[in-house]
C-alpha cells in the first residue's frame, strides 16, 4: 500500500499544477477570443466608416444636385395708363443647387418676391415688349435672387433665373 500512496506535499504540487495549466488555457482561450471578437469590430468599424464615407458623397451629390424651384404665384404689377400696357403677370422658376437653396429661397420668399416686383416695375411696360428687354428683366431678377441669398444666408447656389409665364396686357 505504499507504494500507491503519495506524500501530501506532491499531492498539492500536482492539483497546483492542474490549478495553472487551466487558469493559463482559460486566460489563453479568453485572450483569443477577445482578439477574435475585436478583430471582427475593427472590420465592422472600418466598413461603417465607408459607409458614413459614401452617404457623405451622396450627400455632397445631392447639395451639388440642380433643381429646378417653380415660385408658386405669378407676379403681377400694375403700370399707370399710358405706358405700353396695364398689367404684367410673370411666373418664374430659378435653377439653383441643392435642396438646401430651395429651402432657403422658401424661407425667404417673401423679400425675393418684393425685389422681383420692383424690378419689373422698374423695368417699365415699354421696355419688356422687347426680347433685349425681357433678357435684361430676367438678368435683373436673376441679380435681386443672388442679392437676398447672399445677404441672408452667406451663401450663393442660384444658377439662373427662367420666365414660365409672360403675360402682358
Known sequence: MAENE??????????????????????????????????????????????VEEETEEEMDAANEEIYYDMGQSLIVNFPKGSGANLIQVSVSILVKGAETVEA?????????????MAISAKGAKNLKTKEGKQALRTAMLDEVIKVMERMTKKNKVE??????????
Request: charged share 25%; hydrophobic share 45%; glycine share 10%.
Open 6 to 51: 503519495q506524500p501530501e506535499g506532491e499531492e498539492k504540487k500536482s492539483s497546483k499544477k492542474i490549478i495553472i495549466v487551466a487558469v493559463v488555457l482559460l486566460l489563453a482561450g479568453a485572450g483569443g477570443g477577445y482578439y477574435f471578437m475585436m478583430g471582427n469590430d475593427f472590420e465592422a468599424d472600418g466598413e461603417q466608416v465607408e459607409e
Open 160 to 169: 439662373n433665373i427662367f420666365f414660365t409665364a409672360f403675360v402682358m396686357q
Open 105 to 117: 429661397i422658401k424661407k425667404h420668399e417673401p423679400m425675393i418676391r418684393n425685389n422681383l416686383l
